[in-house]
Antibody, heavy 120, light 108 residues
Framework: EVQLVESGGGLVQPGGSLRLSCAAS????????MSWVRQAPGKGLEWVAN????????YYVDSVKGRFTISRDNAKNSLYLQMNSLRAEDTAVYYC?????????????WGQGTLVTVSS | SYELTQPPSVSVSPGQTARITCSGD??????AYWYQQKPGQAPVLVIY???ERPSGIPERFSGSSSGTTVTLTISGVQAEDEADYYC???????????FGGGTKLTVL
């Protein structure tokens, strides 16, 4: 069974940092692109970042470029999101999701999300 | 930046057909996907590659594409289909992903 479990969320002050983790199981993690998607309270979904299977390609939404870094450890079946210089508008539930090449790039499995609150 | 446009809300009675549209300039070049999200839950993929249905998704869910608009159709809507629906695609380069603003489907 495919499982994605996020952790690392919490309350952080503006300007602070946080590192999110996503533990993957039930599939060959190293064979898939992975994504982070966020959802601010009461708002819609926003794609945040993608990372290729071997970590050689990474893409970000403009609003987080230079502040967030996506990474992965295939030996540990884990995906990460390092978030620096956090702002109030980064407050959201952060989901990790698997991108399926078989389904032409669809996000076919999602974790349950971890809440990040940026507030003083 | 690239945007996908969805209507904020759609309402239908049980048994009727719901249609949710999503418009974007790059949709003729990029595949679209649809996700269903119920309150407090993670999104679930219901349509990929414009019109394909993943295994386990009921046949009443279908997708179509015409020019710069894609449409999610739910035939014979059931109470359990009440949820937020999001389209997702990419810019013309295929590099940067984007979600539509979401449509709240209300089953009257």
């Amino acid at each position: 069974e495919v499982q994605l479990v996020e952790s690392g969320g919490g309350l952080v002050q503006p300007g602070g940092s946080l590192r999110l983790s996503c533990a993957a199981s039930g599939f060959t993690f190293s064979s898939y692109w992975m994504s982070w998607v966020r959802q601010a309270p009461g708002k819609g979904l926003e794609w945040v970042a993608n990372i290729k299977q071997d970590g050689s390609e990474k893409y970000y939404v403009d609003s987080v470029k230079g502040r967030f870094t996506i990474s992965r450890d295939n030996a540990k079946n884990s995906l990460y999101l390092q978030m620096n210089s956090l702002r109030a508008e980064d407050t959201a539930v952060y989901y990790c999701a698997r991108r399926s090449d078989i389904l032409t790039g669809a996000l076919d499995y999602w974790g349950q999300g971890t809440l990040v609150t940026v507030s003083s | 930046s690239y945007e996908l446009t969805q209507p904020p809300s759609v309402s239908v009675s049980p048994g009727q057909t719901a249609r949710i549209t999503c418009s974007g300039d790059a949709l003729p070049k990029q595949y679209a996907y649809w996700y269903q999200q119920k309150p407090g839950q993670a999104p679930v993929l219901v349509i990929y590659k414009d019109s394909e249905r993943p295994s386990g998704i009921p046949e009443r869910f279908s997708g179509s594409s015409s020019g710069t608009t894609v449409t999610l159709t739910i035939s014979g809507v059931q109470a359990e289909d009440e949820a937020d629906y999001y389209c997702q695609s990419a810019d013309s380069s295929g590099t940067y992903k984007v979600f539509g603003g979401g449509t709240k489907l209300t089953v009257l």
